[in-house]
């Protein structure tokens, strides 16, 4: 009888330990047949995400940061055992080179469409790849953008590491903080008219229905003036905006150009003179690792929904 409980007892740890895990990524089905142990993020974003859930032991290195975004102290710190493999996006060699077996990344965060990396090009060298929620609407039918989406992904990458109470953790610990935030502000009379001003001179580069922003506008109580532009991220026409007469101009801050600079060409064209968030100076600075899907979205709409009731 010991022989046999102790064969079965074994065999139950066997099925565990070769148990595999099954992910939605976009309009794929990935399979897992354990953790991945060569992990790689691209992005700022993305890689925060993997180090709030304390991934890093999964790792060997994270692209695509310092050819745009400066990390501060909190991020600088999290990655310092890790090396930036790549200031941009990662050719396949760079991931290859790597030996990694995992590449969480997005399309226009890490992979373009019809480009060099891809799920479909790195499966060869048994490199897995999950995508990025938000970045779905590149390449299928998606609803708006939603912050359910950054919780999908910490959920999934919960389940593909192998620490799912972590995860539902992390998540109850953010929604239960912004439902405390958002319920002890007072209610808007209306919802504010809102635009997101990327980068652009010529013509903006803005957040349409699927890009995060439009996400995080809502829960704070506002309305994205583009949430009919049927994108991701894109360029639109001053026109539009001028005539949607935002209340609101929240602007992500990253790159060459400050977001000081980005508010002063507002200011200082007279084409944008009788805009109502220009006249009342109201504009809000968002950093690209709040605007973008991760954990810093919870401090985003925080700062949203502040403004947008500011006198």
């Not at 995508?131 to 779905?136: G, N, P, Q, R, Y």
């Not at 709409?301 to 009731?309: E, I």
Request: proline content about 5%; some cysteine.
């Amino acid at each position: 009888m010991k022989l046999i409980t102790t064969t079965l007892a074994l065999g139950v740890l066997a099925c565990a330990a070769t148990a595999q895990t099954s992910v939605q990524s976009c309009n794929r089905t990935v399979t897992f047949d354990a953790p991945p142990q060569a992990a790689v993020s691209n992005d700022v974003n993305l890689t925060e995400m993997m180090l709030v859930l304390g991934l890093t032991d999964h790792m060997v290195g994270y692209t695509g940061i310092s050819g745009w975004n400066k990390l501060d102290a909190e991020m600088t710190a999290g990655v310092a055992a890790l090396p930036e493999l790549s200031e941009q996006y990662p050719s396949k060699e760079v991931l290859i080179g790597a030996d990694a077996d995992f590449y969480f990344a997005g399309w226009n965060y890490g992979m373009r469409v019809g480009g060099e990396v891809t799920p479909e090009t790195l499966a060869p060298f048994g490199i897995q790849v999950y995508e990025l929620t938000e970045s779905c609407s590149h390449i299928s039918e998606t609803d708006a953008a939603s912050m359910d989406d950054m919780y999908n992904d910490l959920r999934n990458l919960g389940a593909i590491f192998g620490v799912p109470e972590r995860a539902e953790a992390l998540i109850a610990g953010y929604q239960e903080e912004l439902a405390g935030f958002l319920t002890d502000l007072p209610a808007l009379d209306a919802a504010p008219r809102v635009f997101v001003y990327d980068s652009g001179e010529d013509a903006p580069f803005t957040a349409g229905l699927y890009a995060m922003p439009n996400a995080l506008i809502e829960a704070a109580g506002g309305t994205n003036i583009m949430n009919d532009f049927e994108k991701s991220w894109g360029t639109v026409g001053w026109e539009a905006v001028v005539a949607r007469d935002p209340q609101v101009i929240v602007i992500v801050n990253y790159g060459e150009v400050t977001a000081e600079e980005k508010r002063n060409f507002m200011r200082s064209n007279p084409a944008f003179a009788e805009i109502d968030a220009v006249k009342n100076d109201r504009f809000v600075v968002l950093e690209y690792v709040e605007a973008t899907p991760g954990p810093r979205n919870i401090a985003a709409v925080k700062t949203l929904a502040a403004a947008f009731r500011a006198q």
